[in-house]
């Protein structure tokens, strides 16, 4: 997988933003809060173009279609 501030500035570079933490313990994740389904599916987009669809799908299943 992509670092969180890889992931962080490539979704901003399509005009999404979420948030990457600097702090150690935390500094592998990202907080994303979506607002609509429109919105989720723009999101899910970007992350395949750039962590390739087979890892955002996996996960995608493996929450149930929460992501």
Do not use: M
């Amino acid at each position: 997988g992509r670092a969180a501030p890889e992931i962080r500035d490539a979704l901003a570079a399509r005009g999404i933003l979420i948030r990457a933490f600097a702090s150690p313990r935390l500094r592998e994740y990202v907080r994303i809060a979506i607002g609509t389904p429109e919105e989720n599916e723009v999101l899910l987009d970007a992350l395949r173009q750039i962590g390739g669809q087979h890892e955002w799908q996996a996960k995608r299943d493996l929450l149930g279609g929460r992501i």
